[in-house]
């Protein structure tokens, strides 16, 4: 992404075995150490983090996230940014927002190297299928963090891939002289003399019919993207969002029933469903507030959520069976949820 706050197989290689035995159990936090702080571009620095024991760190696949446990009431999901080979650290792109709400902007006003610092075990809502004949990725801004371990990834198989990149100006494109070493990378500039624009739809309407897309990008690409690929199978177009112009839900007027905890709770207009949650002392998960993580994501029993989010696809909207608390309110008097 990922900055939410303010988001390969033509020739068999080998590749060698790799122990996924997780040093957490699903859901819970591990502590690692700040190795080193790297500048890639203007307002972007990363993030080396490794355990504190010297041991290698739990396996991820590309496209993959880790929560990052900032200060009490402060979570941000950061992508994975190191070939997923490496396991001697993660690496994690922190893009200094200007309309920061706090996460970016504490990475980089207080994280120094040697600190340790609380995260989350590698979660993955934007995976890549290997099996795809030709893979084409799209990113425009920080956008471009979790294309690299797919890049990696992708290498390593021998499968066909482009990838299409697009910044405001070269001193704030990050990861520029790596991406630079593929001639099937190809990077432009939108905000110069002489740039060029991102060419969406030129890229959608050239990709062969049975290749994989997949876009990571501020929210007006992202879709725009959508739109242009309305055409192809749902399962090949894939989107990550690491901000979204949310409108949450804050008009109140219905209840939370928690069957878990047996506690009833009322939503109150002007406050969200999490607000109301919290301040009932329902201990719940939460990251970027604007309903793109799926951090916050319970599984509704009964009612009609009114879903505001990104995460959830169309399907599993109409379906009603999870609700994201952060953003999403209710469109029945009730809520059942399964907490």
Known sequence: MRDVEDMQYAGEVETPEIDDTPAYGQGSTMKARIKKIEWEADGINSYFLTTLDGQDMPAFEPGAHVDVQLKPGLTRSYSLVNDPKERRYYEIAVHHAIDSRGGSRHIHEVWR???????????????????????????????????LPMIARLEDLGKSWELHYVAATPDRAAYVDRIAAFPNAK?????????????????????????????????????AFVALNKGRPSENVHIEYFSADTEIATDGGYALELTRSGKTI????????????????????????????????????????DHRDHFLTDEEKAANTSVMVCCSGSCSSKLVLDI
């Open 266 to 305: 009322t939503v109150a207009e002007g406050e969200t469903m999490l607000d109301a949650l919290l301040t009932a002392g329902v201990d719940i998960g939460f990251a970027c507030s604007e309903g793109v993580c799926g951090t916050c994501q319970v599984k509704v029993l009964d009612g009609v959520p």
């Open 113 to 147: 190297v040697g600190e340790i610092v609380e995260i989350s075990a590698p979660k993955n809502n934007f995976p890549m299928n290997e099996d795809a004949a030709h893979t084409v990725l799209i990113a425009g801004g920080i956008g471009v963090t979790p294309m």
């Open 187 to 223: 990077i432009v500039f939108d905000g110069i003399e002489g740039g060029a624009k991102l060419d969406l739809a030129g890229l959608s309407e050239s990709a062969p019919g049975d290749a994989h897309l997949y876009c990571c990008g501020p929210g007006g690409m992202l879709d």
